[in-house]
């Protein structure tokens, strides 16, 4: 079955980077478009940005753009987000998830997330 | 960017009674070229990752129970749960998935009276 393991959160004084990766298997990753979801504590659901299967369409929200790097490597089934210049409203748990094709903006599958605190 | 506006932000309703959560997005989600909404309803658990219910507006995910039925076209959609059983407990959040920035609506709590 489809599983993504999202690892790397933790806390980072404002500033500061961090990457997250997440590891899938049980699926063909290289034919899939990934995405990256947050949720602040207590909050609801804020996408972040997206990966097509081969890489030639990465998109970003505004929130995040110019400072997170969405990145993959098809050889060895992993999705990675660079967040660099964190903030305090970055705090948030992160999820990696699938899209249900080669590009597409529909995602059917979740992981269970990793949490990043931004604090000083 | 197409905001997404759901309501109510809660609802109680009693086991066995019906529930309905709307939907509004501030522009049309049909697809002209596929006559498709590009419309999602994800439930959410408790500590839990969101889980697809719902996707094109009223297509059941595999597993689904079909007391879960979504609605509507263009710019207004409702999740209806027919019959509402206790785990069904949970948040439920509508996303359009028509453009980027992909959206979600803030979220609707849906819980046992």
């Known amino acids: 079955q489809v599983q993504l393991v999202e690892s790397g959160g933790g806390v980072v004084q404002p500033g500061r980077s961090l990457r997250l990766s997440c590891a899938a298997s049980?699926?063909?990753?290289?034919?899939?478009?990934m995405h990256w979801v947050r949720q602040a504590p207590g909050k609801g659901l804020e996408w972040v940005a997206l990966l097509s299967n081969n890489g030639d369409n990465e998109r970003y929200a505004a929130s995040v753009k110019g400072r997170f790097t969405i990145s993959r490597d098809n050889s060895k089934n992993t999705l990675y987000v660079q967040m660099n210049s964190l903030r305090g409203d970055d705090t948030a748990l992160y999820f990696c998830?699938?899209?249900?094709?080669?590009?597409?903006?529909?995602?059917?599958?979740w992981g269970q997330g990793t949490l990043v605190t931004v604090s000083s | 960017d197409i905001v997404m506006t759901q309501s109510p932000d809660s609802q109680a309703v009693s086991l066995g009674e019906r529930a309905a959560v709307n939907c509004k997005s501030s522009?049309?989600?049909?697809?002209?070229?596929?006559?498709?909404?590009?419309l999602n309803w994800y439930q959410q658990k408790p500590g839990q990752p969101p889980k697809l219910v719902i996707s094109w507006a009223y297509t059941r995910e595999s597993g689904v129970p079909d007391r879960f039925s979504g609605s509507g076209s263009g710019t207004d959609f409702t999740l209806t749960i027919s019959s509402l059983q206790a785990e069904d407990v949970a948040v439920y959040y509508c996303?359009?998935?028509?453009?980027?920035?992909?959206?979600f609506g803030g979220g609707t709590k849906v819980e046992i009276k």
């Open positions: 996303q359009q998935y028509y453009s980027a920035p992909l959206t």
């Open positions: 998830a699938r899209g249900h094709g080669p590009g597409s903006y529909l995602i059917d599958q």
């Open positions: 049980g699926f063909t990753f290289s034919s899939y478009a």
């Open positions: 522009q049309s989600l049909l697809s002209r070229s596929d006559n498709r909404n590009y």
